[in-house]
């Protein structure tokens, strides 16, 4: 009986104090992207959510290589989701003993990564590729009231 080698790993993250929208916006540029890809993406977008997700890219390349010992070079973001966890509710102290409630939204951050190297459906993709100087580029003309000298044009 053959044994199928696992390709993919994965880290969670659980009661990160964020709204989940914010950190939706960041994960959809992370999506299918490679290793080296995301953390460079990661550091120069300005959103707080970013080092969160920083450390959870990071932990679960740290976890492909220990567990599968495969090579950063070589791992993909197969999955990338962010889910609603339960809010923090407080109450604030106002004036004439008044109270303010505080809500503070959780979300649960799941990362899953492939090891393109391991897995079958890359290798047979890549070998039905055409190659790229086969490719046949046609010109494209933009036609704009600018350029054509309809309107700026000075006698």
């Excluded at 659980?14 to 299918?32: E, L």
């Excluded at 990661?42 to 080092?51: F, K, N, S, T, V």
């Excluded at 106002?94 to 409630?101: E, V």
């Excluded at 649960?108 to 391991?118: G, P, Y």
Aim: charged share 30%; hydrophobic share 35%.
């Amino acid at each position: 009986m053959l044994k199928k080698k696992k390709t993919e790993v994965y880290a969670l993250g659980q009661h990160i104090s964020m709204s989940a929208d914010k950190a939706r916006r960041v994960i959809d540029q992370i999506r299918g992207r490679s290793y080296e890809e995301t953390l460079m993406i990661l550091e120069l977008m300005p959103y707080r959510a970013c080092y969160p997700i920083f450390k959870l890219v990071y932990s679960a390349a740290a976890n492909a290589s220990y567990n599968m010992g495969s090579n950063e070079a070589n791992l993909v973001i197969s999955q990338a989701e962010v889910n609603e966890g339960s809010t923090i509710k407080k109450f604030k102290p106002r004036a004439k003993g008044r109270s303010y409630p505080i809500k503070r939204p959780t979300c649960h951050i799941a990362i899953v990564m492939k090891d393109i190297s391991l897995d079958d459906e890359y290798l047979e993709i890549d070998s039905l590729k055409k190659p790229k100087w086969k490719k046949k580029y046609t010109a494209m003309v933009y036609h704009d009231m600018y350029s054509s000298g309809g309107i700026w044009d000075k006698k």
